[in-house]
């Protein structure tokens, strides 16, 4: 981990390729709760949106899906649909590198910062080696629905929305929308 570091900051000029994305071994049944700064350097517990259903994108500045689908994400925190929905960015990078990229790129939600503990909080989500982005999806009860891994589009994103606002509303129980979210999204590919 320390030698990715110390190769992306001294050896490399250029940014490293985002690692291919892998599937997580062991998705945990419900949301870890990690501790990471925020913009401001204030620590954030992912516990202080407990009761709310979440996004939590991570991602990196040297990561292009990552920066792709920034744009994506912006639209949708600012979504009157998807409005019970907090959106959290846990970038795995150094902290002035994003925030100097913050500088250029506004993003309109909340946005966590971590080296060596966003890395430790991406295998808290199952990730035993991180591939860039992916997102975790959680009902208001903190449950894991789903982890997309790769560059989310905003069809797919709808498609697990759905399924977690139908989870929350008491419509369908957490094995029929991980269902719906693997059917949704086999139609979409």
């Given at each position: 981990l320390a030698a990715f570091f110390i190769s992306r900051a001294f050896l490399s000029p250029e940014p490293l390729p985002p690692p291919v994305p892998q599937t997580p071994a062991v998705i945990p049944e419900r949301r870890p709760d990690v501790t990471l700064a925020d913009r401001d350097g204030?620590?954030?517990?992912?516990?202080?949106?407990?009761?709310?259903?979440?996004?939590?994108?991570?991602?990196?500045?040297?990561?292009?899906?990552?920066?792709?689908?920034?744009?994506?994400?912006?639209?949708?925190?600012?979504?009157?649909?998807?409005?019970?929905?907090e959106l959290i960015g846990i970038a795995i990078d150094f902290r002035e590198d994003v925030l100097a990229y913050l500088q250029k790129m506004p993003i309109d939600y909340t946005v966590l910062i971590g080296e060596q503990d966003g890395m430790a909080a991406a295998r808290a989500f199952g990730m035993e080696s991180i591939g860039l982005p992916f997102t975790a999806f959680t009902d208001r009860q903190g449950r894991i629905l789903t982890i997309h891994v790769g560059e989310l589009h905003r069809p797919q994103a709808e498609v697990i929305l759905s399924a977690v606002q139908a989870v929350d509303a008491g419509a369908i129980d957490l094995k029929a929308a991980r269902r719906r979210i693997t059917e949704g999204l086999a139609q979409i590919d």
């Open positions: 204030t620590p954030r517990a992912l516990a202080e949106w407990d009761g709310q259903p979440l996004i939590i994108n991570f991602w990196a500045t040297w990561c292009a899906p990552c920066r792709r689908e920034i744009p994506m994400l912006n639209a949708l925190a600012k979504d009157a649909a998807y409005a019970e929905f």
